[in-house]
């Protein structure tokens, strides 16, 4: 496994390296010095699409993470409901409900009545990209009123945002719910009978014990928003052309983010040169990022902290145009003198806003500001956020806020789950391929799809193609992955524990920036349009939580068992083999079902390594359907219909997975 994360995960940064001082003409590679980073930076193009970039990311960590809060509250926290006070009463006339029952009192109610909440929550988990993102776009862009997409920047950026909130919602639910389930309920219950109301428990009490998931998950939110592709590619394939984004050689969209931008100067630019100093500058973009998170998560690493204090004045130098140098000048004085990060902060926002009315968007942005915001959470934020609680912070219109949300945010989810469950099924029973949906019965209603797609299309040879890829990646990943997880948990001092961050950092390092290079190395090795470069990639890509899983597992077994492994003269080899795998054997198959997902619902990576259509994997195969936003005769009925199968075979492959991963000895024997 180690010779594929340093092929994968760190050889395309040293590719990339190495390529951008060449010239590479399909293969004709000469020298170029720095040529090509004068060539991208010497164009406003590039800092104008890191502008957006991080806007992008901002905003979508900051809507993510807030309603993250209130769903993963609701989820842990249900308050009493219609539905609650029938089933009380029905107990109460059986005679199990004992003692008068008071107004104010919260009943243990707890997931009876929120079942639609989780799968609203789970839908954007299960469904994939390249068939959620078309959805939406066919609900939101239809046939271009009131809401065009090709033409209105402001709306493709604001419902390209909402749509990549909306998928990446459900890891951050969960990860927010499970900080949730480890606050006393004897807490909680004491604040209700002091008279707190649900608003003053969740923000004075609950929240303040989540700082560091909270601060985990803002972090690796935003590095991968920095990342996103797919969401915007698909949806508005880098959106309409901004006026300001017109530049010396390239026409930014509203949604050019440098993912986005990385890829169209890859397809149009004959030299792979510029594509790798672009692919470097980008790495280096997602390195600082990687960096603030090490640093959010370690408690002693006071001097990677005062370093970070050179980020934002690193940015403004890069980003900031002829007048950057007095405010990176500025951010080095919090470095060497006494001066408050937060009052530069404060002086930076404003002179941000002036930019914003004299150069308009993006020219007016300046990354540097968020880079500035992110250190001073990482190094400072956390204790003043909620040293003192968060209820004397909020104030009325807070609380207002609060509750307005908890109450929204649920029926919004349902609503955006039955909607897009609903659109799907509509399209996909239409008899024609428009997707004006005024009727609640689809026209010319019918099974034509559904005969197109598997007759003409043959859209089972593109399932065996995925299915090929994801189970040789679920089957490999456990062969790679246990040993290396066994030899974590056996070490108890520091090793283990650089080896995991080790690893977790080379995971951070994927997306485009690591595609591109990978696309030259792999050219060299002739893997392209092969089956081998996606099992590489997604083995890559599910080895760290697949590391941590079975790591984390293999720890919490009962050292007794080694005990008794040795006294009967079993040796390491012995005890691996029929112990330890037959006990994993859930676990293992847990992995193996992520893993398999993960490589089935894959898209970006067979987008760029497979070039023959009888290749295609069903996640490309899909997207030719419909194409991007300005295609012109996309075929939305044939599209609906292959991902409604597409659904149901997952769904039956899943409950197959499921089944076979039966239980062990050891968990019968604690039962």
Request: hydrophobic share 55%; with cysteine; proline share 5%.
């Amino acid at each position: 496994m180690a010779a594929v994360a340093v092929l994968v995960g760190l050889a395309p940064f040293a590719a990339a390296l190495r390529g951008s001082f060449l010239h590479d003409f399909y293969g004709d590679i000469s020298s170029a010095g720095m040529d090509n980073y004068r060539f991208i930076l010497g164009d406003r193009a590039f800092g104008y699409s890191l502008n957006i970039t991080v806007l992008w990311a901002f905003l979508q960590t900051l809507l993510t993470v807030s309603l993250g809060l209130v769903t993963a509250y609701r989820l842990w926290r249900p308050g009493k409901s219609r539905a609650a006070r029938r089933g009380i009463l029905k107990c109460k006339l059986k005679g199990k409900l004992k003692g008068k029952l008071k107004g104010g009192t919260r009943f243990p109610v707890r997931f009876g009545r929120f079942r639609p909440l989780h799968l609203a929550v789970l839908v954007p988990w299960g469904v994939p990209v390249y068939i959620a993102v078309p959805v939406w776009r066919a609900l939101i862009h239809g046939d271009g009123v009131p809401f065009n997409l090709l033409l209105q920047p402001f709306w493709a950026f604001f419902f390209a945002l909402l749509v990549s909130v909306w998928l990446s919602l459900p890891a951050t639910v969960f990860i927010l719910y499970s900080g949730f389930r480890k606050i006393g309920r004897h807490v909680v219950e004491a604040a209700s009978i002091d008279g707190a109301d649900e608003t003053g428990i969740a923000v004075s009490i609950c929240i303040p014990q989540l700082k560091e998931i909270i601060l985990s998950v803002v972090l690796i939110n935003f590095i991968k928003a920095l990342k996103e592709f797919s969401v915007v590619f698909l949806m508005t394939a880098g959106g309409p052309p901004l006026l300001s984004g017109i530049t010396e050689r390239y026409i930014l969209g509203a949604t050019t983010t440098l993912s986005v931008f990385l890829y169209d100067l890859f397809l149009s630019a004959g030299d792979y040169g510029v594509s790798s100093a672009f692919s470097v500058l980008l790495s280096l973009v997602i390195l600082a990022a990687t960096l603030l998170y090490l640093a959010g998560r370690s408690h002693d690493s006071r001097r990677l902290k005062r370093i970070l204090l050179f980020l934002p004045a690193g940015v403004q130098l890069m980003t900031g145009g002829p007048g950057a140098v007095p405010l990176a000048l500025l951010y080095l004085l919090v470095f060497f003198y006494p001066l408050q990060l937060s009052r530069v902060i404060v002086f930076h926002t404003f002179v941000m806003a002036m930019l914003l009315m004299l150069r308009g968007y993006p020219a007016g942005l300046q990354p540097a500001l968020a880079a500035a915001c992110a250190v001073w959470i990482v190094r400072r934020g956390r204790e003043r956020l909620f040293s003192r609680g968060l209820n004397s912070r909020f104030g009325i219109s807070g609380r207002t806020l609060w509750r307005g949300a908890s109450a929204a945010v649920p029926l919004v989810l349902v609503l955006c789950a039955a909607g897009m469950g609903g659109a799907l099924l509509w399209l996909s029973f239409s008899g024609v391929d428009a997707v004006n949906f005024g009727s609640l019965l689809p026209p010319r209603a019918g099974l034509r799809a559904f005969r197109l797609a598997v007759g003409e299309e043959h859209i089972f040879r593109h399932f065996s193609n995925s299915f090929i890829v994801a189970m040789s990646t679920a089957v490999l990943l456990p062969l790679v992955t246990f040993p290396a997880a066994w030899v974590i948990a056996r070490s108890r001092g520091r090793t283990g524990a650089i080896v995991l961050v080790s690893i977790q950092l080379i995971g951070t390092v994927s997306g485009m920036h690591a595609l591109i290079p990978l696309y030259i190395i792999f050219r060299t090795l002739g893997l392209i349009n092969t089956y081998a470069a996606l099992v590489l990639i997604y083995l890559e890509h599910s080895f760290v939580f697949s590391l941590y899983t079975i790591s984390a597992f293999l720890r919490d077994l009962p050292s007794s068992l080694r005990e008794a492994a040795v006294l009967e003269g079993a040796g390491p080899v012995y005890y691996l083999r029929k112990i330890l795998i037959p006990l994993s054997r859930p676990i293992l198959f847990t992995t193996m079902i992520v893993a398999f997902l993960g490589a089935w619902n894959g898209f970006l990576p067979a987008l760029l390594f497979i070039r023959d259509d009888w290749k295609y994997t069903i996640g490309v195969k899909i997207y030719t359907f419909v194409g991007s936003i300005a295609s012109g005769s996309p075929q939305w009925s044939i599209f609906a219909a292959t991902s409604v199968l597409n659904l149901l075979f997952l769904l039956l492959l899943f409950d197959l997975m499921r089944r076979r991963g039966g239980v062990t000895a050891l968990s019968e024997l604690e039962e």
